[in-house]
């Protein structure tokens, strides 16, 4: 990534983080999960680290928590209403525990559920409830006092001594009274219907407006406490803190667990991963806590986070996305590989956009319709797929999704062989973008100003009708395009030129013959040396090269005896591509 790309990209990442801030902590439900939000977040603070000339005064990287809704009382936290830290990772979490542990052995852990909700300041004077307040920024929050009404078990009496005491926990919305709400919604047909548990909470505390009251039924746990006169100096550690809150008769989430050793905490975290989906309210993860008060004391806050707790955090089965179209690829050699397109989601850090659909048993299997709600996961870490459907928002109404009978390119008629639809038109535009794109791509003639778009649009306009003719793009040409300008005219021939002189395995790679990666590239170099050698070579030969098998040797052989195919190369070496190992030696190579 460049400068300009990552000033573009932390841009990108505040405004969107900025809207998803302002949608979750209001009432309008927010446009990414948690998981999503956490990996973006993830990702402007790496960019952030890096370029710190580009962070923006806006960042959400410097802001805490929730905003401040207009319209509400404000109440200051005499003490932070602070974040945890978060992690989807054990290797994170031991790091933790080596960190808290490294000046002390004898700590004990408390494992908590960590509700999904929203968490608030109750704050009793004598024992009676007077505010309830959002966390807000952190120093300051709302006071939504008068929506106390929706917490159906919030105490409105407390039996404790103290004169000034504030309870925080968090509110959330249990699977059951989220059910009725939206059967209530339905059967009065006032609303459209309500789409998670954790937004209802937030959309319920944050109204200023009566409505719907009667529907909305929250539960509030509290898991701190803050004492204004000391009163509990008695409260030594984070099971004493719940213990008190039973006896002080607020309500507590009894499902935590007392924890000597990290496998106890593991085993906790396991546990509930697969028991999550049985609890009756909603949880996002784990909260680890040192039980010592003392010692978590002693270890302080950083400016967001205390230092003596972590969120493990569950990460979604799979992310859920809006299908807008699938797609009919047509691949290098023909094949056409149905591509779905949905909604942009984040997963594992990378912007999804589009998943592979494989062969026509794949939409049968599911079944795909217009608009359906895909499930999409990482495969192997790197292609996503679409896993399901939520067949739950599906309409029924909507067309089912069929394998096209012709090419979308050149309407050439699809022909079926072993399981796989064939565009049998060698001269297809389809194949001809594939074939250009594959050529530029970076493992290959590595071209970067020619992207997929631009080759699109240059074959529109019939300037690229094969791979040679890249080498013919003038500058002139280009820069009265309106795609281009003199900078990126310049750069784009600039980077024409340069890959005449890239390896020659990368030449190969970008051949893109069947079976032909990368690394079978560079072996089939190293052997052959050359093109002359390469042209003429056997299968008897190539099935002596690493990872060559009969398959892929046979596609060489093939396809240096078509004709087409002996002309591409020998235009390209006219252009002056290297050709030879012995090139590669050059500085200029070591990549
Ligand atoms: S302890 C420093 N315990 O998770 C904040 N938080 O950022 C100490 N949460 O703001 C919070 N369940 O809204 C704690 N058992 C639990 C929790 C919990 C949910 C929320 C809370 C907090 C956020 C983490």
């Known amino acids: ?9 932390i841009k990108r990442l505040t405004d969107k983080l900025n809207e998803c801030n302002v949608r979750y902590f209001g009432s309008e439900g927010s446009l990414l999960s948690d998981y999503e939000y956490d990996c973006l977040l993830d990702e402007l603070v790496k960019l952030e680290e890096k370029y710190p000339q580009y962070k923006l005064d806006n960042s959400p990287t410097e802001v805490l928590g929730d905003i401040n809704i207009k319209g509400f009382n404000k109440i200051t936290h005499k003490i932070p209403m602070l974040s945890l830290k978060k992690t989807y990772s054990f290797d994170d979490l031991n790091t933790f525990l080596n960190n808290v542990e490294k000046n002390n052995d004898n700590i004990t852990y408390v494992c908590e559920l960590k509700l999904d909700g929203i968490s608030i300041d109750a704050n009793y004077i004598d024992g009676t409830l007077k505010t309830i307040s959002t966390r807000g920024d ?23 001594k103290s004169k000034n005491i504030h309870l925080r926990g968090e509110v959330i919305m249990k699977f059951e009274d989220f059910n009725n709400a939206n059967k209530s919604i339905k059967d009065k047909n006032t609303r459209e219907l309500l789409s998670n548990p954790r937004n209802t909470v937030s959309g319920t505390l944050k109204t200023l407006k009566k409505k719907d009251s009667d529907e909305r039924s929250l539960t509030v746990f509290f898991y701190n406490i803050i004492c204004e006169d000391n009163q509990y100096t008695d409260i030594k550690t984070q099971v004493d803190v719940l213990n008190t809150l039973d006896r002080f008769n607020a309500p507590i989430c009894k499902l935590f667990k007392y924890c000597k050793t990290r496998n106890d905490i593991f085993s906790y975290i396991n546990y509930y991963e697969k028991e999550k989906d ?17 010692y978590s004391n002693k270890l302080g806050n950083t400016s967001k986070n205390p230092r003596g707790a972590i969120a493990f955090k569950y990460k979604p089965n799979a992310t859920p996305s809006k299908l807008i179209n699938v797609e009919f690829n047509v691949g290098r050699t023909g094949i056409i590989t149905p591509v779905a397109n949905f909604e942009p989601i984040n997963l594992n850090g990378t912007i999804v956009r589009r998943a592979t659909l494989h062969n026509e048993n794949e939409i049968n299997r599911l079944g795909l319709r217009e608009g359906d709600t895909v499930l999409v996961k990482k495969s192997g870490e790197i292609i996503p797929k679409i896993i399901g459907i939520d067949i739950t ?13 012709e090419c979308q390119f050149c309407k050439s008629t699809i022909i079926k062989k072993n399981d796989l639809y064939y565009c049998p038109n060698k001269e297809c535009k389809g194949r001809i973008i594939e074939s250009i794109t594959h050529f530029v791509s970076k493992k290959a003639l590595d071209i970067k100003s020619i992207g997929r778009k631009v080759i699109n649009f240059l074959v529109d306009i019939k300037l690229l009708n094969n791979i040679t003719d ?61 093109i002359e050698n390469l042209k003429n070579c056997k299968i008897e030969n190539l099935v002596e090269i690493p990872l060559v098998g009969q398959e892929v040797a046979k596609n060489i052989t093939e396809y240096f005896q078509n004709e087409g195919n002996i002309k591409l190369i020998d235009d390209l070496k006219i252009f002056g591509l290297n050709m030879n190992t012995e090139n590669d030696k050059a500085k200029i190579f070591l990549t």
């Open 138 to 160: 952190g120093n300051q929050g709302d006071d939504i006092t008068t929506n106390k009404i929706y917490i159906k078990n919030l105490p409105l009496h407390i039996d404790c």
């Open 278 to 294: 049985n609890l009756d309210f909603p949880i996002d993860g784990i909260v680890i806590k040192i039980n010592e008060l003392e």
């Open 1 to 9: 990534m460049d400068d300009n790309d990552a000033k573009a990209e």
């Open 393 to 405: 928002k599906r309409n029924i109404d909507n067309k089912k999704i069929e394998f096209i009978k």
């Open 470 to 530: 890249i080498y013919k793009l003038k500058y002139r040409d280009l820069v009265r395009l309106p795609r281009f300008n003199v900078l990126s005219a310049q750069k784009t021939i600039e980077e024409i030129n340069n890959s005449k002189k890239q390896p020659f395995y990368k030449l190969i790679y970008g051949l893109g013959i069947e079976g032909v990666g990368e690394v079978v590239a560079k072996n089939i170099s190293e052997t052959f040396k050359n």
